[in-house]
């Protein structure tokens, strides 16, 4: 039965993208371990692939590129542009200085210039969310920046969102610093408010509100009054999942990570209507008119099985991912970009009751090549820390190769490896979730080091049924647990024969939908080619889509920050996404956000280099 994956841990994250697996460390915890919704949230931004894709260019004019001031390889975020104006984010994961927005003067397109910098809180950082917006109401009538906030210092950090007053870009002035949600995953109320991953502010007439991604509840989607800017409302909050169920799919298994990553809101046939890209349960659409009473109008599923991976020959389960997307000009079509930095997939599977289990593999321990499998018999060694009973020696079993089976909690994932390791025989390591709010259903991904394949498995009731005894696991006692009580399996216990194998499936692509209500049509997927090549799955940067923005001008063309695979143009011709238009400067690209506008008759696009700063393109193509 599928289970509903849900975001709960709130404290910083570090990163580290396997090649076949999430892995980002929480330091609450100290053990390494995170959630793969934490990873596709927070941090599934830019891997550690070294290298790029080689130089070209076509029907793209390059107008101008502005290096910004105090940047770092994978310093600059997203990009919004609002009356002559650009604001890029400085990201806070590569260094937890320098946070904040650059703003850039672009009224001259050709001849860009860096005119401010608004600084963060200490220990905060936008990434995401950035996004300016022309209020006029009752309360307030002026320009205001939207930026999210999330930390790279937990003591110091702010969660929520921030609003400044741009009307004087140069002379902007915070309105407010911190506003969201205050009540953590448990419901108790906290000084400070959750971490938000992304923003959206519109303008409703005497109303104006902004939604945030709340990165630590169920209920992601918070709704706050700006109508007056100085002082925002928190007015309501959803799980997409609860209110609608029907944005849910039942199959493949895997697209479990459920919640909530961009949004956008276009005012539609007189409707506030809000595009959520809500991961693996894919694009939904709402009428936000009134937010307190959001109507359900249209969502999407993933295709299965995946329809770009086919295109390439490939026989693979769709992954999800449902990053961000937009509305075309005419509103006829919804654009969307999954990204998925991980090129090779996991394969887990319980081989003797036939299930699948939900797996990823951890960082830094030895990882499966493309096509290779490890099978073994499942042996339970406890929590293998320092000060546990010893790691027994695998012993032999039917297969003749022995999985050492260890529960989390106590020491860390590395520290679980090594013991396994000298304790001798194993093939490698298997960590079931421990129980707690946080841990009982949630998925598992881990920073580890090691020298043999480590993989995390959840939910923790897949680690009982391995050895038979699923029958005495109590979900509620699981939930309310302190992370403590052991599972009930003995020290050198013989379970089910497991195997895991890794497959290519390709780097995260762009869907076309048709704008329709109920589910909408998939008509078409576009990705670059190396994507689906298994030759450029490493050493060429990262060939994932980032974001999209569609054209002002035509209804047919859009716009995509592909990372390493740099600026694409796309038009959509008979129902179908084709590439008119590339860029990637000498000595490669790594783009993040795009964002279109138009300065004298013409329309250019802004686009952000997470390694220098700002681009800025015109497209030259016929339509």
């Known amino acids: 039965m599928r289970r509903r994956l849900w975001l709960l841990l709130t404290a910083l994250l570090a990163l580290s993208v396997a090649a076949a697996g999430v892995a980002l460390a929480h330091p609450e915890y100290g053990d390494g371990g995170s959630t793969a919704e934490d ?140 506003a969201g949600d205050t009540n953590d995953a448990s419901g108790v109320k906290r000084k400070q408010a959750n971490e938000s991953h992304s923003a959206f502010a519109w303008d409703a007439g ?106 390439s020959g490939l026989t693979v389960p769709p992954e999800g991912n449902g990053h961000q997307a937009e509305f075309t000009k005419n509103n006829d079509f919804v654009i969307g970009s999954d990204e998925d930095f991980n090129p090779y997939a996991l394969r887990a599977r319980n081989v003797d009751d036939g299930t699948d289990l939900t797996a990823s593999q951890g960082s830094d321990t030895t990882q499966l090549k493309e096509g290779e499998t490890i099978t073994g018999d499942a042996v339970f060694v406890g929590r293998a820390c320092p000060g546990d009973p010893a790691v027994p020696a695998a012993p032999t079993t039917t297969s003749g190769k022995q999985i050492a089976v260890v529960e989390r909690g106590v020491c860390t994932f590395t520290e679980k490896v090594t013991s396994v390791t000298n304790a001798g025989g194993y093939e490698a390591v298997l960590i079931i979730n421990r129980e707690g709010s946080d841990a009982c259903n949630a998925s598992l991904g881990m920073s580890v080091e090691g020298d043999i394949p480590a993989f995390g498995v959840a939910p923790r009731e897949q680690g009982f049924a391995i050895f038979g005894v699923e029958d005495q696991y109590n979900d509620a006692e699981c939930l309310a647990g302190d992370g403590t009580r052991l599972a009930p399996i003995q020290l050198g216990t013989v379970g089910d024969t497991l195997t895991f194998s890794s497959y290519f499936d390709g780097w995260g692509y762009v869907h076309l939908f048709d704008n329709s209500d109920g589910k909408m049509a998939e008509l078409d997927t576009y990705a670059i080619p190396e994507a689906h090549d298994p030759a450029y799955a490493s050493g060429f940067g990262d060939l994932s889509v980032h974001e999209v923005a569609t054209s002002k001008t035509s209804n047919k063309l859009a716009y995509f920050s592909y990372y390493a695979g740099g600026f694409r143009v796309a038009e959509i011709q008979d129902g179908e996404l084709v590439e008119v238009g590339r860029f990637i400067d000498q000595g490669g690209s790594n783009f993040w956000g795009v964002q279109v506008f138009k300065q004298g008759g013409q329309e250019y696009v802004a686009a952000s280099d997470r390694d220098f700063g700002l681009y800025i393109f015109k497209y030259t193509g016929a339509e």
Not at 41 to 48: A, I, T
Not at 110 to 139: C, D, L, N, W
Not at 282 to 292: A, E, F, I, Q, R
Request: with cysteine; glycine share 8%.
């Open 206 to 311: 005497d109303k104006a509100y902004v939604v945030i991604v709340d990165n630590v509840e169920a209920t992601d989607v918070d709704i706050l009054d700006i109508t007056d800017p100085r002082s925002p409302k928190l007015i309501a909050e959803y799980n997409l999942a609860e209110e609608f169920p029907q944005i849910l799919q039942d199959a493949p298994p895997n697209l479990v990570e459920v919640f909530l990553h961009d949004m956008i809101v276009k005012e539609i046939g007189g409707r506030q209507v809000m595009l959520l890209s809500y991961w693996d349960a894919g694009y939904v659409k709402l009428d936000m008119t009134n937010p307190k009473n959001p109507e359900y109008l249209g969502d999407t599923d993933f295709t299965n099985p995946d329809p770009e991976a086919a295109e």
């Open 39 to 178: 990873g596709a949230r927070d941090l599934h931004q830019h891997g550690d692939t070294a290298g790029h894709l080689p130089a070209t260019q076509e029907n793209v004019d390059l107008v101008s590129k502005l290096r910004l001031d105090n940047v770092v390889p994978e310093k600059i975020a997203d990009v919004g542009v609002h009356k002559g104006y650009a604001y890029l984010a400085a990201w806070g994961q590569v260094t937890c200085e320098d946070n904040g927005v650059h703003v850039v003067d672009i009224r001259n397109a050709a001849q860009p210039r860096e005119v401010k910098f608004i600084r963060s809180k200490p220990g905060s950082y936008p990434g995401e969310g950035i996004q300016t917006v022309t209020i006029t109401t009752p309360k307030f009538s002026g320009d205001v920046l939207v930026s999210n906030n999330e930390k790279c210092n937990e003591n110091t950090g702010y969660g929520g969102v921030n609003l400044y007053d741009v009307t004087r870009p140069t002379k902007a002035l915070p309105l407010f610093e911190g």
